[in-house]
């Protein structure tokens, strides 16, 4: 996996040739050709280290060693000579293997620059190579970063996940073993490890023959050069890498194998595929074809194979897609299915993938398919996929031999669906019948799910089937809009389950561009479902205003048949993680995810009888009624100090100090939805009437790997520093921190007591005072989003009685917090009896 490290010194060795050598192309070839040079060099002198010799500069060409380069006694244009006669005169090196020889053919040093090429050459000579893997990390970076690799749909597939693929389809010493896009070789270098390390007494003459069932194709020959290389390395003495197009060459057709593994390019060129006739499948999508070539081109009774596949595989609806899926299932490939999570190809692509599993013997002998989603593959899911705890690979392994030995014992497969393999990992067992139903051939886990509980109770419908008008809102530009008119609502307006108002921030057009667009005017009562994050998906009714209402294109507006379904239950609906289960296997996008109206029309929600509808909307309003009550007490409720005119006033600098906290990046940053991380405290997290809270919306989880010194303990009293906006009003707000975890944003202060006797909880309860909060507030700059500094908050006055009173007025103000917390439980309790009744509906 590509490690920081390498990525930076990546970035330097371009940067450095830029001003050079402003070709792309160039770049790659040169950064390769010195890491090569200087990696053969590493193997000369780790050879000479355990006693050996040198076995490339030796002779002639000894003069070229790594060393002889770095000569101090070199001068500019003596060093520039030097390096340019030997990656010119290398491809002549006898000592060399031929696959060496051939990457430096036509090798020469485009410039003659001594300062340029000492800094670059100082650059390549910090690389240092645990294994021969690091290269091929560069390499592939080099492209990355190039976009030569995004635009081909090949990405770099990480070390945890090839493995994985290996464990299970369990390659055996005298299989003939192809990956047909082999890229850097990883996968057929994985399989050898995996085999070896199975048989631990290998003979030279079987390892010699295993060497020789390793093949692997690819059409770029840069990537068949670096194969060669990474596989010789590897102590592979003629590696079986070969230039070859797998999808319109039939040279190699007739050529079968016992394993096939693979992660295949993802992306088409414009046109598509133009392959031989040959395929079962017609199509032109590349990741149709070539799951169909490994179909056909595993040994027939006992072929095994596992391919990393997009997302369209799973479930688009296009013929040949489907034509596709229905081979797998009907002709006996198929036996299960695993569900990576989107990311796992960060920092090149965050595009969602699943693994599919062959195997002619298995599939034959089971009416079923397993289904695993793996949720946490042991790293995170940001760009720098830094490594965490609680990796489901392993369960997910136990859960497929698990499902292939009942297969093979003879187990039927009523008994596994009633015994559903137990994982960390969601895992299912699916009828091949229930797959082929309607004829899509779905592989969607989830999708089977759902329906299988629903056939308990209540029928299962998609959200079309259920709507009376379903269409996207209207494109409208800041340039048709207006200072007032026909009210627009918009996506920020569409929270989770309830609407936002903002009503300082509305948005209008006039009745002419209302005309003029064709606009589609939205009523009390109508659904908007928000196609854009965070999260996709959530939902609210639209309220009464005293205008006229459209709304943006972004948002999906569904009037529903309200003989079949209340409006008000499918607004529930999108306030728990069932809802959002279903949804995400829609998604698409890498980078910002969202859904599109087809898809979202597809959703499936649970249906009951409209008197059970009627029952539970109506329990659930009941409960709404009392949180509605609690939360207004919470909000309302603001702690009062009584001041005596006799008490003091004294500045916050003579009592405490303000410390600031750390500007956090995005390469700390991990998923909200990852446990027992610490999570960012920001100034979004505080609420504009006191205290802190925390949403999906605007909570941030970081990593191990962050300065220890700004995690935040229990008890410690914070102060947010900025307003965020002008429409915000946090700005001066104190806050206790409780027992969450909790890091500490460069816009919060922490406020330590200096000087006594003063009772920290007054001071909180001070700095809450509407009159200490416009002292602070006069303190900040800013023209319309204010901030302030802990030496400007330092300069405020509060009062300052003796300890005594101090604490009396704290004891009173606590009375009132436990009658505030209590409030705040009763909220907690009722919104989960909320979310457990709308639960009930899918788990049936």
């Avoid at 996506?491 to 009503?503: Q, W």
Wanted: net charge neutral; with cysteine; hydrophobic share 35%.
């Amino acid at each position: 996996m590509l490690d920081t490290e390498t990525k930076r010194r990546i970035d330097t060795a371009r940067d450095i040739l830029v001003g050079k050598i402003p070709n792309p192309q160039a770049q790659i070839e040169q950064i390769t050709i010195a890491l090569i040079y200087k990696f053969m060099d590493d193997m000369d002198k780790g050879s000479v280290e355990m006693g050996g010799k040198a076995s490339f500069f030796v002779g002639d060409y000894e003069k070229y060693a790594w060393n002889k380069i770095f000569d101090p006694r070199l001068g500019g244009f003596e060093l520039v000579a030097l390096y340019g006669d030997a990656i010119e005169a290398m491809d002549q090196n006898p000592s060399i293997p031929q696959l060496f020889r051939d990457i430096f053919k036509n090798a020469y040093l485009p410039y003659r620059d001594p300062e340029t090429l000492k800094l670059f050459l100082k650059t390549i000579n910090d690389f240092q190579y645990d294994h021969s893997e690091r290269l091929g990390d560069a390499y592939e970076y080099l492209l990355s970063v190039l976009g030569s690799q995004g635009d081909a749909g090949q990405f770099r597939t990480p070390r945890h996940i090839i493995d994985f693929i290996v464990s299970v389809v369990d390659p055996q010493k005298g299989d003939r073993i192809l990956d047909p896009a082999c890229g850097t070789a990883g996968f057929l270098i994985s399989a050898y490890k995996h085999i070896v390390k199975s048989n631990p007494k290998l003979s030279a003459t079987e390892r010699t023959k295993l060497m020789r069932n390793l093949v692997g194709y690819d059409i770029s020959p840069d990537m068949v050069r670096l194969s060669l290389v990474n596989m010789f390395l590897h102590q592979f003495p003629t590696p079986d890498i070969v230039e070859y197009d797998t999808l319109t060459s039939e040279d190699r057709w007739n050529d079968y194998f016992d394993v096939i593994i693979a992660n295949p390019p993802f992306m088409s060129p414009k046109g598509g595929i133009k392959p031989h006739k040959r395929f079962s499948v017609q199509a032109k999508r590349s990741e149709v074809l070539f799951v169909d070539y490994i179909a056909e081109h595993i040994n027939p009774k006992t072929g095994r194979a596992g391919i990393i596949v997009p997302e369209g595989i799973i479930f688009q609806s296009a013929n040949a897609y489907k034509e596709l899926r229905k081979m797998l299932v009907e002709k006996h490939f198929l036996y299960a299915v695993v569900s990576l999570p989107a990311g796992v190809f960060n920092p090149y692509s965050g595009v969602k993938t699943s693994i599919l599993f062959f195997d002619k013997q298995i599939a034959a002998a089971s009416d079923s398919i397993l289904f695993v989603k793996i949720q946490n593959d042991g790293f995170n899911l940001g760009a720098q996929r830094r490594e965490i705890s609680g990796s489901e690979l392993p369960e997910a392994l136990a859960a497929i031999n698990t499902f292939r030995s009942a297969v093979l014992s003879g187990q039927n497969t009523e008994e596994l669906s009633q015994k559903p393999v137990q994982s960390k990992s969601v895992s299912s067992i699916v009828k091949k019948t229930q797959i082929a139903e309607k004829g899509e051939f779905n592989l969607s886990g989830d999708r089977y799910v759902h329906n299988t509980r629903a056939v308990n109770r209540f029928e299962f419908v998609s959200i079309s089937e259920v709507a009376e008008f379903f269409v996207d809102g209207n494109w409208i530009e800041s340039k048709d809009q207006s200072p007032s008119g026909i009210r627009l609502i918009q996506t920020g307006n569409v929270g989770e389950g309830e609407y936002l108002d903002k009503e300082g921030r509305a948005r209008f057009i006039s009745e002419e561009t209302f005309i003029r667009l064709k606009c589609t005017e939205i009523f009390e009562g109508d659904v908007l479902i928000s196609r854009l994050p965070n999260p996709v998906g959530r939902a609210c009714l639209v309220p009464k205003v005293d205008s006229r209402m459209i709304t943006a294109v972004d948002c999906s507006i569904v009037r529903f048949d309200k003989q079949r379904l209340f409006p008000k239950l499918f607004v529930y609906y999108t306030r728990i993680e069932n809802y959002y289960k279903e949804l995400d296997q829609h998604l698409t996008g890498s980078s910002r995810r969202r859904i599109s109206r087809g898809n979202l029309g597809k959703i499936t929600i649970p249906l009951p009888p409209m008197e059970v509808q009627k029952e539970i909307v109506a329990k659930i309003e009941g409960w709404q009624k009392i949180i509605d009550g609690a939360r207004a007490v919470v909000d309302n409720y603001k702690p009062e100090i009584p001041i005596n005119p006799t008490w003091p006033f004294v500045h916050l600098h003579t009592i405490c100090r303000i410390k600031h906290g750390f500007a956090f990046k995005g390469e700390h940053f991990e998923s909200y939805k990852k446990q027992n991380l610490p999570i960012l405290l920001t100034p979004g997290n505080f609420h504009e009437l006191g205290g802190l809270y925390f949403t999906n919306r605007n909570t941030k989880r970081y990593s191990a790997d962050f300065p220890k010194d700004y995690l935040l303990k229990q008890g410690d009293l914070v102060i947010v520093m900025t307003d965020l906006s002008p429409k915000m009003k946090i700005l001066g707000n104190p806050a206790f921190i409780d027992s969450h975890n909790l890091l500490h944003n460069q816009r919060i202060g922490l406020i330590t007591i200096t000087n006594g006797p003063v009772d920290k909880r007054f001071v909180h309860y001070c700095l809450s005072q509407n009159f200490v909060k416009e002292l602070i507030k006069l303190t900040a700059t800013g023209s319309t989003v204010k901030h302030t500094s802990p030496d400007r908050i330092l300069e405020c006055k509060i009062p300052l009685p003796p300890l005594e009173v101090q604490q009396e007025i704290v004891t009173q103000i606590e009375k009132e917090q436990e009658l505030i917390n209590a409030n705040k439980q009763i909220i907690k309790t009722f919104e989960q009896k909320i979310k457990d009744e709308i639960n009930k509906l899918w788990e049936q």
